[in-house]
């Protein structure tokens, strides 16, 4: 069988192997202490070893999760710095932050994000030289080590996986060991703060008090997203004593509720799931930035070849797409010019009909005048004759009293400008009445301005000039 990854959970006291795809257990096996003063941890390269031969496994990458005392979580309150000066500056006072802190130390340091000032800063710690026999024991075994990671780091990624509503806001994660009880807090999906306290139901009120205090800072129902794990008789009473507390308890459910009886069991599970506070000496960091800048040139290169690519692919589209246009203008130029021809004469139609209807609005109205004058001659005048042309009107005639027929036209509506355009004569056709023949001419009044609205045209009914033959 090969296997492509192991999460391993080492304590002081044992390590746990488990396939990282399956979650079958590979290997439980004792461990000896780990010696500060020694550059080797023989029982972890036995172990190592004996997983390669009893797994199968060839150059799997291995996910190291440390548990209590091995490694060591807090969370710090310093100024606000880059993440590199404050991993400086945890390792040179590793000795002062850690109280299990002896000789060099590896620090990690979770995703710092948005931190407001004040907050702390969740770190962890691990002895160096731990660290390098742990990648020394697994080159023995010709294994790779990949991550190495504190326990909580492992449960929390266990306690999203598990129970998704943890991943949400706020939520916290109980561990109950045999000889303590961690609480994990999570805050949108990492993890954010560890606090222990003693085993069983001995803090149950102080751990009720501290979930309740974070609902209130966070404005969270943080109290209906709380889940435990760990040793069954701890964990059940330590949920009894949070359950009167008005806390209530989410229990382990599913495919990893046999894990989740085993705290390092879950936390080998999970290693290789777990990001934050991963323990990386100076050369490591080197190495992955150096590896970083390369993958980053590599997209960047293939950015640049996608870039040109993708311009000369939409050149070629556009070309096309004006190669189709050019064929269709010409299929269609043909009909453009029959229409623009069709077009063009009836533009030239409409122009006349427009100088026609401005010509027929601004022309005299004969008829309106010649009735008009009719209606307000005397009943012994007659016309004998009417002429117009523009603005100007002559009329011939035949009346008793000539100058009564020039009173009358004064008071015609439409007409100004009123004189004799003959001398008036005097006649008396074979003896009868003698009368008197005019010749008169008017202006007509310049017409009022029409309204912005187009007024509907009214058809005048045809008048009988009153007092004409």
Known sequence: MVIGRIGVSASARELWAVNADSGVVLLRAPLDP???????????????????????????????????????????????????????????????YFVGARGAQLVGVAALGKRSAGEPVLTAAASQRMVFAIHAAARDAGLTIDTIVPAESAWAGAAKSIW???????????????????????????????RKFRAGAADASVIAEAIGATAERVGAASVHRVAAIGHSDGRRELTRALSSAGVTVNGPTGPFAEAAGEPERLAATFAASAADLAFRSDDDRAVQQQSAKRVALYLSAAAVVLLVLSAGLALWGVRRQLNAVA???????????????????????????????????????????????????????????????????????????????????????????????????????????????????????????????????????????RGTR
Not at 81 to 90: C, G, H, M, N, Y
Not at 168 to 194: E, F, N, P
Request: aromatic share 4%; charged share 20%.
């Open 34 to 96: 780990f010696s500060n003063d020694a550059n080797q941890w023989p029982s972890l390269v036995s172990a190592f070893r004996e997983m390669a031969r009893l797994s199968g496994t060839a150059g799997a990458v291995l996910s190291v999760a440390l548990a209590a005392p091995l490694a060591e979580v807090r969370a710090l309150e310093l100024p606000a710095l880059k993440e590199d000066e404050l991993r400086a500056v945890i390792t040179r006072g590793a000795q002062r």
């Open 164 to 194: 998704p509503a943890l991943g949400q806001k706020t939520g916290h994660l109980i561990v109950a060991h045999a000889d303590r009880t961690v609480l994990v807090q999570l805050r949108d999906g990492r993890l954010h703060s560890v």
């Open 327 to 465: 064929n269709e203008r010409a299929a269609l130029r043909p009909q453009l010019s029959t229409t623009l021809v069709g077009r063009t004469s009836v533009e030239t139609a409409y122009r006349q009909l427009a100088a026609l209807n401005v010509a027929e609005r601004a022309a005299p109205q004969w008829t309106v005048v010649l009735v008009r004058i009719a209606d307000h001659l005397d009943v012994d005048s007659y016309l004998t004759s009417f002429r117009g042309r523009g603005d100007s009107v002559v009329v011939e005639g035949i009346a008793d009293h000539a100058a009564k027929v020039f009173t009358d036209l004064e008071e015609t509506p439409g007409l100004t400008n009123i004189r004799a355009a003959a001398p008036v004569r005097r006649e008396a056709p074979n003896g009868a009445e003698a009368t008197q023949r005019f010749t008169i001419a008017a202006h007509l009044s310049p017409p009022p301005t029409p309204p912005a609205a187009t007024a509907k045209p009214t058809t005048a009914k045809p008048t009988t000039a």
